[in-house]
Every structure is written in C-alpha cells, then in structure tokens.
C-alpha cells in the first residue's frame, strides 16, 4: 500500500500572495483547519489555525505559514507515512508527484482505511493507561482547567457509581465559531513559542485554544449538561472496530474499559495506526 492509494486528491489549497482572511475564509467555506501553500504551482509551505493563533498581529500568508514542509511522495509506503505521523506532531502531510501537489494524507485518513481491514489484532497493545476523568457534576471551565493541566485531548465523564456515562473532547469545550471571531478581530499579541505546553495541540488544530487569553470562556454549567455519548471499546475489542468506532463517532481518542467496565485508559488515533508498521514485520 502506498501514498497515492489513501491519500486525498480533492486539495483545498493556498496562493502566494495571501493574506490572513482569505486563508479564514477557505478553513470556514471548506470545514478545514489547515491547506498547503503554493507558489507557481509548488509546494512551498503549509497554514494552520495554530500559526494564525501564534501570529495574531501578522496579516501576510508568507509570514503566517510553515515553510519546507515536511511531505512525502506518491510512491512511498504508507509504513514512511505511518513512521512520520507516529513520531511528529504532524497530524497531515502534502503528498507530492515529483514537484507537483498531488494530495494530502492525515492521520483520520490511515484510521479510516484501518476500519476497512478486518484487522483482528486486539486492541489492548495500543491502550495508554493515562486517561483523565471527571466527575459529571464538575463544571465545564473546571474541566477544560483540568484538561489544560494534564495536556489531555479527551476526559472521560463518570457518574457517582463511578460508571462512565460520557466524554468532552477539545470540540466540545469550544465551539470553532468563539476562535473564528477571536482570530478576525482581536489585536492582542500572540503567545510566544515557549506557550506551547499550556496549549493544546491536538484534534487536527480544529478548535485550538490558548485559555490564557481572556476572550476565551467556559461556563459553569456541569459537564454532563455538554458531553457527549460514552462509546468506548475492550482491551480484546479488534483494531478495525476500535477504528471504526472512532471514525464514526468523529473521535481521535476513545476511553478503554475493563472486564469490570471501570475505565482502564485510552486509545489514540496516533498510536491505533502504528499496527500498520507492526503488521509488517
């Protein structure tokens, strides 16, 4: 299996010169968080929501973007994709046909072709015991504290059985809408690259949030009154259901109960498709 045979071909993309609005515009009309860049038809950089974030006073495409992106080829294995995804922070990367833009492949799209396999290799190798929960009681700006605190890109919701009865992930603690308005109109400096660790970086750069900036608020209300349903699978549960699972529930990470249905940890997207490098040997 190779680039070309997962990649996504359709690529939403960016023109020098640009500036910041209209690269807006594209993620709003398009639901996207990131596009590659072009000038004179090639590749040469890559924006996301978290540059446009990091950069608040900077208006140019040229100064807002990643330039020399990371990228690979048509040809090369998806065991090449697999081994950069797992092991950057990258959640995408340009697929290119010699000079030419020739797609895009993100994480989503490997765990998308996974749920196709009928891979019967039990779930549990790929299970982090490190899952945050809380109480479904607590309230939402509580949780998104404590979120921000232990990095976590999802928090289990537990009743007073100490049941899971559902999850918040980065999507839920902020609707896209609050960062689309903060990104066109405020002029605060950004923060500084050293911020990082108080910024979460996850969910395909979706809803990036830095929570020290005032504008952003989180209700009192209990959590429970915002989560969504607990789908979770079993250490035994198979790979292409895990995967399935959570590319149906729109989720990069899903709880992982026990033969007690207590909560034992959690499965990440970016560790799910390393069995694609575990299978080949």
């Not at 249905?261 to 499965?267: C, H, P, S, Y």
Request: charged share 30%.
């Amino acid at each position: 299996m190779k680039a070309k045979d997962i990649m996504n071909p359709k690529v939403i993309y960016a023109t020098l010169p640009s500036n910041r609005q209209k690269v807006l515009q594209l993620f709003k009309e398009h639901g996207i968080s990131a596009v590659p860049v072009l000038k004179e038809g090639k590749l040469v950089g890559i924006v996301t929501r978290k540059d446009l974030l990091r950069k608040i006073d900077e208006d140019q495409l040229a100064l807002l973007m990643t330039p020399n992106p990371v990228t690979v080829s048509v040809e090369d294995s998806i065991e090449k994709v697999v081994s950069i995804l797992s092991t950057t922070p990258f959640r995408r990367l340009p697929v290119l046909d010699g000079e030419r833009l020739a797609g895009i492949i993100t994480v989503r799209d490997i765990v998308r072709k996974i749920s196709e396999m009928n891979l019967n290799i039990p779930v549990k190798k790929y299970v982090s015991p490190h899952i945050v929960c809380v109480w479904e009681e607590t309230p939402l700006k509580v949780v998104g504290e404590i979120m921000r605190l232990s990095n976590a890109e999802i928090c289990g919701v537990l009743n007073e059985k100490d049941e899971l009865v559902g999850i918040v992930d980065e999507k839920i603690m902020l609707s896209e809408a609050l960062i689309e308005d903060y990104l066109m109109k405020s002029t605060q400096t950004s923060s500084s690259d050293t911020d990082d660790k108080w910024s979460w970086d996850g969910m395909r750069d979706l809803t990036v949030r830095y929570f020290e900036v005032s504008v952003v608020k989180l209700p009192s209300d209990p959590v429970k009154k915002f989560m969504k349903s607990a789908d979770f699978v079993y250490p035994q549960t198979s790979i292409s259901k895990c995967a399935r699972k959570m590319v149906n529930d729109d989720l990069d990470c899903i709880p992982v109960l026990d033969s007690f249905n207590r909560v034992a940890g959690i499965v990440k997207d970016k560790d799910l498709i390393r069995v694609l490098l575990d299978v080949q040997k």
